[in-house]
């Protein structure tokens, strides 16, 4: 699979890759998509947000059939969720140029800028950007835990940040996209499987994605000596974080909803002082979006303390129709499946681009992790029903 190339990219000691937006690494992953972009007779251009663009047949008329993803990761994250999209739907263009495709409706290949949101907190912000769903304001005042902000980061990756936002005629011109994907998760199928793997079929198509969002808990206490205080005299912020955190499991299982507290920060995180303010991260999803924010609001409930809302997504559901051109190139049954994790696919949808997602078998479920797989065997059938849709869409 052409995405073993990147493997020396972002490579952490533990096995996993740690890619974040407008780095060093993100720019060896972009110069590597546009280098095999063009060897496959791609004509490759950067929006002002930062995403990749891939085109065949750009000046022809009509509106585009667009497919893609993402090449950067969390931290410490898989080598699928992502390049396999691109790596994938650049090897079918190389399989449908092989066989003498020739596009007959514009078609591009789409690299989403900082889809995890590893750097700056909020996910997808390319195609947020794109689609008017964030501010550039908003997102150019975003920092990282250095305090750089977006703009900062974009200046010094050779990027100008006053190209950054909504751009109408860019969307418009998309006529349908598609996401190839590793699947992540075993989601509970109709007939009681659990995710493709249970279903015993190396190919799925998605249904919706959840509602998900991430908020910021930030608590606040009094700073002393570790040494010389009375526990009865404390106002010890790591306490309040602790028990909210706990109350974050308690009140998913309640709601039967996830939620996860990945990320916290002590300030000033000393071993012999009692910290002035502490902060959690509350990522929480499910099928419900009122479940979803009924625990935000008994977090705060708890711990007495207001939930900043980091990001937001609505339910999303894909594309009908497309989503059966999707299935009619798979072999087989093609199970259909929610997602719990966020795509650009998602916020495209939302602003009511006709978007579908294909979903690559994971044998072991694991996603956001080292452990994340596709076996070659599967993506390879991935990428053949990727080339076979482009065909049958650009025909
Ligand atoms: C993105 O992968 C997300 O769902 O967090
Ligand atoms: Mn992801
Ligand atoms: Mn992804």
Redesign the pocket.
């Known amino acids: 699979m052409l995405l073993h190339e990147l493997a020396g990219i972002g490579r952490d000691p533990d096995g996993g890759v740690t890619r974040f937006a407008w780095t060093r690494d993100d720019a060896e992953l972009r110069e590597w998509f546009s280098a095999r972009a063009r060897a496959a007779g791609l004509d490759v251009e950067v929006d002002g947000n930062g995403n990749l663009w891939a085109w065949a047949g750009g000046d022809l008329p009509g509106r585009a059939f667009v497919v893609g993803s993402h090449l950067d990761s969390?931290a410490s994250g898989g080598e699928w969720?992502g390049p396999l999209g691109v790596a994938g739907a650049l090897a079918a263009v190389e399989q449908l140029r092989a066989s003498g495709w020739q596009p007959q409706q514009p078609f591009a290949l789409a690299v989403f800028a900082d889809?995890?949101?590893g750097r700056f907190g909020v996910?997808c912000l390319g195609s947020r950007l794109l689609t008017g769903a964030m501010t550039p304001d908003r997102a150019l005042s975003l920092r990282d835990d250095d305090g750089t902000t977006l703009a900062e980061a974009m200046t010094s990756a050779g990027f100008d940040p006053a190209r950054v936002g909504a751009d109408p005629r860019r969307l418009a011109g998309i006529r349908a996209f598609v996401e190839l994907h590793v699947e992540q998760g075993r989601m509970l199928l109709p007939g009681g499987a659990r995710g493709l793997a249970g279903a015993g079929a190396p190919l799925g198509v998605a249904s919706e994605i959840w509602p998900?969002g991430r908020w910021r808990l930030d608590l606040t206490g009094r700073a002393d000596h570790a040494g010389t205080t009375a526990l009865a005299d404390r106002d010890d912020p790591v306490l309040s974080l602790a028990r909210a955190i706990v109350a974050v499991r308690e009140t998913a299982e309640e709601l039967d909803v996830l939620a996860t507290v990945g990320r916290v920060r002590v300030h000033p995180g000393a071993v012999n002082a009692i910290a002035s303010r502490a902060s959690l991260w509350i990522?929480a999803r499910g099928a419900e979006p009122e479940r979803v924010r009924a625990l935000v609001a008994r977090i705060e409930e708890r711990s007495a303390a207001a939930a900043v809302e980091e990001s937001w997504t609505a339910v999303t559901r894909f594309d009908r129709a497309l989503t059966a051109d999707v299935s009619a190139v798979i072999d087989g049954d093609v199970p259909v499946l929610p997602s719990g994790?966020?795509?650009d696919a998602g916020v495209l949808a939302l602003a009511g681009v006709p978007t579908a997602m294909m979903f690559v078998r994971n044998p072991t479920g694991v996603s956001?992790a080292p452990d994340e797989r596709a076996e070659e065997s599967d993506a390879a059938a991935g990428v053949r029903a990727l080339a076979e849709l482009i065909r049958r869409q650009t025909a």
Do not use: L
């Open positions: 969390v969720d889809e995890e949101g996910a998900h990522d994790a966020g795509h956001h």
